[in-house]
């Protein structure tokens, strides 16, 4: 079986998510199987049990917080936060500051089932939540995966000394989880400026793709 992967960068409301779509329905269209692994989707389970288990409800239904993005932002009842300050207070400040690895073994366990449990010729697994440094490398350089930075700051790839020197002061008012990989960013048609229309996006998205498949034949 021919495993391929693929990571997508990019700091909240960049496109992460639209990105990964059409993607997904690109490769799926092309007759290749796709699995979509969230860097969060641990988090996201065990938060989503405890949800259930405060307010009563089917496990379905509290994972709706998680994974719905105008549901993120909702204050779950009983609980008197949003589902992204869970996942942020849990899954970054808390578990990180045991293990800055622990979601990197998660996802590796994951590989290993998926590698297990499919049976087809060629398969693109999609990491669509990359936010971390380890995350980035563990996809870029133990993984060999394609890399796409996704923003909507025309500025966030600046070379200027005076913008970058700006732009890494006011990354410090935001939360560690946003701050974004674009530093890591060593390839020039790995960025994607996402500012006009989804088209225009997905023209970009597939240029990319199709380069580095080429680049990898």
Aim: aromatic share 12%; glycine share 4%.
């Amino acid at each position: 079986m021919n495993i391929k992967y693929i990571g997508i960068c990019g700091t909240k409301g960049s496109g992460k998510t639209t990105a990964a779509n059409i993607i997904i329905n690109e490769l799926e269209r092309n007759g290749n199987t796709v699995v979509v692994l969230p860097f969060a989707q641990g988090i996201k389970q065990i938060l989503a049990t405890v949800v259930s288990m405060i307010n009563n409800m089917s496990y379905n239904e509290a994972l709706k917080y998680f994974i719905t993005p105008e549901l993120k932002e909702v204050i779950i009842p009983k609980i008197n936060a949003t589902a992204r300050n869970m996942m942020i207070a849990f899954g970054t400040d808390f578990v990180r500051s045991i293990n800055n690895d622990l979601w990197i073994e998660y996802i590796q366990n994951e590989l290993d089932k998926i590698a297990y449990d499919y049976d087809v010729e060629n398969l693109y697994v999609i990491f669509d939540d990359i936010r971390f440094e380890n995350e980035h490398n563990f996809v870029q350089d133990n993984l060999n995966g394609i890399m796409f930075y996704i923003t909507r700051d025309k500025w966030e790839f600046s070379k200027n000394i005076f913008v970058k020197a700006v732009r890494y002061i006011g990354r410090y008012k935001k939360h560690k989880s946003e701050y974004g990989v674009h530093h890591l960013c060593n390839s020039e048609s790995s960025k994607i400026l996402n500012l006009t229309t989804k088209e225009e996006l997905a023209e970009k998205v597939l240029n990319k793709l199709y380069e580095d498949k080429n680049d990898n034949t």
